[in-house]
């Protein structure tokens, strides 16, 4: 008989995931990875067979267990796994479904809540950094109801405040991995970034395209994806990636001046699906890159005002994303924060296919 295993599913910001505690799992990563391709319903293009909805951005996982340093709450590994590939990734983290890791970490007790409102130090394993996430807590419990909208998700919910330190050089060892504000690839100017996630970002029109077309058109765009098939390549090995064919990483983003009154308008690629969105960190790397001048983002940038968040444009609205940069004498990131919603959608046990 197959036995369940407790189990969270949780919307963190405009992700959807899995949310178990380490001790549920098992220890051996290869084992506990062939058993969530088969909780989740991989390799399927629907996951029928699982919890997982199908695409990218529905079939991720939390695994979070109490940390053993004194200045931290919780670990948090984020594990991003294939739909149609059985594919488990730790090598990118995810800064949406973070969101949900402080009030799961309330939910099983690994965290005592605040009287008002409860803040978890979270220990981000896959990049070894640290997110503070602040949340709502009254009469000690997580309230996930509230008047805080996120574009991409409909409603309003509570928020969650996430403050980012260390993010940069997250997976890649430095802000900007090739030692160059700007590289060129396959005749295409670009800027390679990594803080809080890997990314590569060039104009939409050294592409041939806008930068404001809808997903579906860019999905329906094969020379495009080629292209960002191939720059995505090239571009892991010039950030120390090695062979990125079957990673998640470097995600590719495309750039255009804004046009709702944000800051840049982006079109991002996860690695080559486009995103309906855009990632936390992803876009905090993007905002980042269009603070130094000389990267691909920065002249397109309308730079935002003083103590204002970098409003990054995407195809279902915007990201707001502060980061704060030293300048000098090379870029040394300070600190990063973004606002996002989380809601507990279902909690029990999970039974995985055989
Ligand atoms: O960049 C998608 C998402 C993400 C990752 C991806 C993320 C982040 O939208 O922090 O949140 O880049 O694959 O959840």
Redesign the pocket.
């Known amino acids: 008989m197959t036995t369940g295993i407790a189990c969270l599913l949780m919307r ?4 959807k995931g899995a949310y178990f505690l380490a001790d549920d799992l098992p220890a051996d990563p290869a084992v506990r990875d062939d058993l969530l391709l088969r909780v989740l319903g991989s390799p399927d293009p629907r996951q029928i067979d699982g919890i997982g909805g199908a695409h ?2 529905t079939s ?1 996982v939390a695994v979070i267990s109490p940390s053993a340093e004194s200045d931290v709450d919780v670990d948090y590994l984020f594990l ?1 796994l294939g739909v149609e590939q059985a594919t488990v990734s730790d090598r ?7 969101a949900g890791v402080g009030p799961f970490a309330v939910e099983r007790g690994l965290v005592a809540a605040g009287a008002e409102r409860t803040t978890v130090r979270i220990r981000m394993v896959n990049s070894k950094s640290v997110a503070v996430a602040t949340f709502p807590t009254p009469d000690g419990a997580v309230d996930y109801a509230g008047d805080t909208a996120i574009c991409g998700v409909p409603g309003t919910a509570a928020p969650v405040t996430l403050d980012f330190a260390d993010t940069a050089g997250s997976a890649c060892g430095a802000l900007l991995p090739t030692g160059s504000r700007c590289d060129v690839i396959d005749g295409v100017e670009v800027t390679c970034v990594d803080n ?2 890997p990314v590569v970002v060039a104009a939409a029109s050294e592409l041939g395209v806008t930068g404001y077309e809808t997903v579906a058109e860019l999905a329906a765009d094969a020379e495009l994806a080629e292209r960002v098939r191939s720059l995505r390549l090239r571009a892991g090995t010039l950030m120390g990636l090695g062979d990125v064919e079957t990673a ?1 990483i470097p ?1 590719v983003t495309l750039v255009a001046p804004a046009r709702s009154g944000g800051t840049l308008c982006t079109r ?1 690629f ?2 080559v699906r486009p ?1 309906d ?9 993007v905002g980042t890159a269009a603070l130094l001048d000389g990267t691909t983002a920065h002249d397109l940038a309308r730079p935002p005002g003083p103590d204002r968040p970098l409003r990054i444009e995407h195809p279902t609205g915007h990201l707001d994303v502060t980061v704060e940069l030293d300048h000098r004498p090379v870029p040394v990131v300070r600190r990063s924060g973004v606002l996002r919603t989380a809601r507990k959608l279902f909690d029990g046990l999970v039974f995985p296919r055989p």
Do not use: R
């Open positions: 963190g910001g405009t992700s990218p951005l991720k991003q990118q983290n995810c800064g949406n479904l973070l809080g996630m998640s995600k991002t996860i690695p995103h969105s855009i990632g936390v960190l992803g876009a905090i790397s």
